[in-house]
């Protein structure tokens, strides 16, 4: 209940922002969506009110680029974090919409998001340029945990 208290956003349809400022008035949420904290609850496997966690992970695909990634605040910033497409083909997985799942997998595999070695940076810039941070486990774990779930979807 508290999360719902601070966190969803009626004006958004019911999504949670992730982001709020405490005011006199009760909270001020962020003006972007912050992605990635959209899909960590599903990720986790959190339990919201009224499937929040869900309805936050079908909220995201609206926020894909037209090149396939998923900014982490697309209202501010269009570069993302090096677990945010594994943790949107997790929660397409989870969804079970297998069209997105296999348009992120291939994102993901096609793409310069793995480097030559298989490893995930830190953050990447616009147009999927790494930081320099290569060798990341959470990223790459997270990542690579999303494949390997996507892949066993697949083959059931």
């Known amino acids: 209940d508290k999360i719902d208290a601070v966190f969803c956003d009626a004006a958004r349809g019911g999504v949670?922002?992730?982001a709020a400022v405490p005011?006199?008035?009760g909270f001020r949420?962020?003006?972007g969506q912050l992605t990635n904290y959209m899909l960590f609850?599903?990720?986790i496997g959190a339990v919201l009110n009224e499937n929040g966690a869900?309805?936050?992970?079908d909220a995201v695909k609206a926020f894909v680029r037209a090149d396939g990634f998923l900014p982490n605040c697309p209202q501010a910033m269009q570069g993302f974090c090096g677990h945010t497409m594994g943790m949107?083909?997790?929660a397409m997985v989870k969804r079970s919409d297998f069209a997105q799942?296999?348009?992120a997998a291939r994102q993901i595999l096609d793409s310069p998001l793995l480097s030559m070695y298989g490893t995930v940076s830190e953050f990447y810039g616009p147009s999927c340029t790494p930081n320099?941070?290569?060798c990341r486990g959470f990223e790459g774990g997270i990542t690579g945990q999303a494949l390997i779930s996507y892949f066993s979807a697949c083959t059931e």
């Not at 869900?54 to 992970?57: F, G, T, V």
């Open 23 to 25: 005011t006199q008035d």
């Open 16 to 18: 949670h922002a992730w």
């Open 41 to 43: 609850p599903l990720w």
């Open 54 to 57: 869900q309805r936050d992970a």
């Open 101 to 103: 799942a296999h348009k």
């Open 29 to 31: 949420h962020h003006a």
């Open 88 to 90: 949107y083909l997790d």
């Open 132 to 134: 320099g941070h290569m």
